[in-house]
């Protein structure tokens, strides 16, 4: 649970910090004045004199410097104290890109402050106010965290134009009945052969994408051109009851603005593809994040005839509320639960227990990551309809004919 701010009063010609000090901590003028000097010379300069609601000492923040200015209270002052240690709680888990943007404008401050004036118009020679400075230190964290924020930066520009280049491709995983292995459906996983790092791994991009507007183009490209490759293939599934589906994933921001599924209905029409072919898969936290809105749009999506499926069903704290509030066709079984069922007594409890659920529900069930056929012998016995995995076939970078993997 989050801790209050502490609250500190200094009186008059207190100072709040001194040149020279090691600081881990900013201050907000709640009330009162505070006087930043900085000496030139050997005699103290005023820089600024600071009062309410502005923030005094917030170079400590960031750095390990010593302070760079004293600050003295003129007059009864209360302020907020703001520790380095809190400020790194609050950044935990942003966007890297934020603590560089502030540790490189707060370093900017640093240097400016350190050019005063000895008198009025005078300034002082160039370079004399790092020369007072110690030295410093390497930081190798910034440096790192720096040059992953500046990797992250031009990764999420180079994505926003990756399907204009051309270097966007789909690999095509087949879903497969348990039953009698014929092909029911298949997964669109993205692939960005990138100009520079090579072939990357999805979980190098698609994080990227999903904190910045990149997600938005990029799951247009997806959508468009798995409906597309799915349309104009003629694989219909071979013994299947009917033809086989397009899965694709869809984030909460993509679901949640609305923007694709405004072009769903052209993305039909364009491609010709029957919309009871196309399956949108969204994780449990899609749902959590805005439920109202999240309803509203799944009931678009079915209401034009497409399929929605729970996927890494069994992950989330509250998977069962869902089933009955959001249009839920299928559940897939989240392959943490495949990989230890064999070995696990209570992972397989779970599986039974979901696979006789979504039966007495009437959901369909997909299990993921499947890699032996004990696993798939286990699933069938758990009454799981179609599973995927590299132990059933291989992704393709086309739809037609799957590649069963040998043994």
């Known amino acids: 649970m989050a801790t209050s701010f502490e609250r500190l009063i200094f009186q008059p010609g207190m100072p709040l910090f001194r040149e020279g000090e090691p600081g881990d901590r900013a201050y907000v003028i709640e009330r009162g004045l505070v006087e930043i000097t900085a000496l030139w010379q050997g005699e103290p300069v005023r820089l600024a004199v600071l009062g309410d609601r502005d923030l005094v000492g917030e170079m400590a923040l960031v750095d390990d410097q010593v302070r760079s200015a004293t600050a003295t209270a003129l007059e009864e002052t209360e302020v907020v104290v703001v520790t380095r240690e809190r400020m790194r709680r609050e950044l935990e888990g942003a966007n890297p890109l934020l603590e560089v943007l502030l540790r490189g404008t707060l370093e900017r401050l640093r240097t400016t402050s350190g050019m005063v004036l000895s008198q009025p118009g005078e300034v002082p020679p160039e370079g004399a106010a790092e ?3 110690p030295p410093h230190a390497p930081d190798l964290r910034y440096d790192a965290l720096r040059s992953s924020a500046l990797r992250r930066l031009k990764i999420e520009q180079q994505l926003r134009r990756a399907p204009e280049r051309g270097e966007l491709s789909l690999r095509y995983q087949p879903i497969v009945s348990l039953a009698d292995g014929s092909t029911v459906g298949y997964e669109a996983l993205v ?17 990227i994408a999903e904190e910045s507007e990149a997600i938005h183009v990029l799951g247009l490209w997806v959508m468009e051109e798995a409906c597309r490759a799915l349309a104009e293939s003629a694989n219909n599934g071979g013994a299947g009851p009917a033809p086989p ?34 399956v949108v898969e969204v994780t449990e ?16 999506i079915r209401d034009l005839g497409a399929r929605v499926f729970l996927d890494d069903f069994g992950t989330g704290y509250s998977s069962l509320s869902y089933l009955h509030r959001f249009p839920i066709a299928a559940l897939k079984l989240d392959r943490s639960f495949v990989h230890s069922m064999l070995d696990d007594r209570r992972s397989r409890q779970i599986v039974h227990a979901i696979g006789s659920l979504a039966a007495q529900l009437g959901l369909s069930t997909v299990a993921e990551g499947i890699e032996e056929e004990a696993q798939a012998a286990a699933l069938r016995d758990a009454g799981f309809e179609w599973g995927q995995g590299f132990g059933l076939a291989e992704p393709a970078e086309q739809i037609g004919p799957i590649r069963r993997v040998a043994g």
Do not use: K, M
């Open 131 to 133: 020369a007072q400075r």
């Open 191 to 207: 692939r960005w052969l990138h100009p520079e790092h090579g072939l990357l791994s999805p979980d190098e991009f698609i994080p």
């Open 245 to 278: 589906y397009v899965a694709v994933n869809v984030s909460a921001s993509q679901l949640t603005d609305g923007l694709l599924l405004d072009r769903l209905p052209g993305i039909f029409a364009e491609s010709g593809l029957d919309p009871r072919r196309l």
């Open 285 to 300: 936290s899609v749902l959590i994040e805005n439920p109202e809105t999240a309803r509203c749009e799944l009931e678009r």
